[in-house]
């Protein structure tokens, strides 16, 4: 059964304050990793897939990389309008898109 | 924006009332998926839908039924609601052909059973 963990749960920032989040998983073989926003009483945003071991995205001041276990959301500088909830998700075997979702991470950036 | 429409977008109900939630899309995705969002669990799948009529089971899918008669249509219908079901409940397509393609949500419905 594939498993997510990401962690912390949560994370307070001051703005400009770079850091990383965390998001680990156990899978039967990697078939990728997707990370989302979400700000509250919206859904999901979707942000990068990642589908093999080395592979970076970037976008704005976010940053995903993916090695064999893990991923890291690496945000530089960030801002108040950063804030939100960020998940990570692994695809199902087979030909369905079913994603295992990590329960996420709230961060807060302090201006 | 991946042309996702959830209605309603907050429901009040009784214990033991049937209540259905609608998911419309506008763009003839094939797969289409009811999730369910609570403190402490993340993002847990209810059932998907691979086409018209055609539909399976997610981790979470005892108490809850789907149907799709149009492809532009995925109906979740909590037969009897239970307080347990209180939740905000999210549709979501794959906007891919191919396998492993992320997932495009709507913005939820907030279901509270009383």
């Known amino acids: 059964e594939d498993q997510v963990t990401q962690s912390p749960e949560a994370l307070r920032l001051q703005e400009g304050e770079s850091s990383s989040l965390n998001c680990s998983y156990t899978?039967?073989?990697?078939?990728?990793l997707f990370w989302y926003r979400q700000d509250p009483g919206k859904g999901p945003e979707f942000l990068f897939t990642?589908?093999?071991a080395g592979e970076e995205k970037e976008k704005e001041r976010l940053k995903a990389t993916l090695t064999k276990k893990e991923s890291f959301l690496h945000i530089t500088a960030p801002k108040p309008e950063d804030s939100a909830t960020y998940l990570c998700?692994?695809?199902?075997?087979?030909?369905?898109?079913?994603?295992?979702f990590g329960k996420g991470i709230t961060l807060s950036v302090r201006p | 924006d991946a042309g996702i429409t959830q209605s309603p977008r907050h429901k009040v109900t009784e214990t033991g009332t049937p209540v259905t939630l609608r998911c419309h899309q506008t763009?003839?995705?094939?797969?289409m998926y009811w999730y369910r969002q609570d403190p402490g669990h993340g993002l847990r799948l209810i059932h998907y839908s691979y086409g018209v009529k055609d539909t399976d089971k997610g981790e979470v899918s005892d108490g809850y039924s789907v149907s799709r008669s149009k492809t532009e249509d995925f109906l979740l219908t909590l037969e009897s609601a239970t307080s347990s079901q209180t939740s905000v409940y999210f549709c979501?397509?794959?906007?891919?052909?191919?396998?492993?393609?992320?997932?495009?949500f709507g913005n939820g419905t907030r279901l509270t059973v009383t």
């Open positions: 979501a397509i794959s906007v891919l052909s191919g396998i492993n393609s992320p997932l495009h």
């Open positions: 990642l589908y093999s």
């Open positions: 998700a692994v695809p199902a075997f087979g030909a369905n898109s079913k994603l295992t």
């Open positions: 899978v039967s073989g990697l078939r990728g």
């Open positions: 763009e003839n995705h094939r797969y």
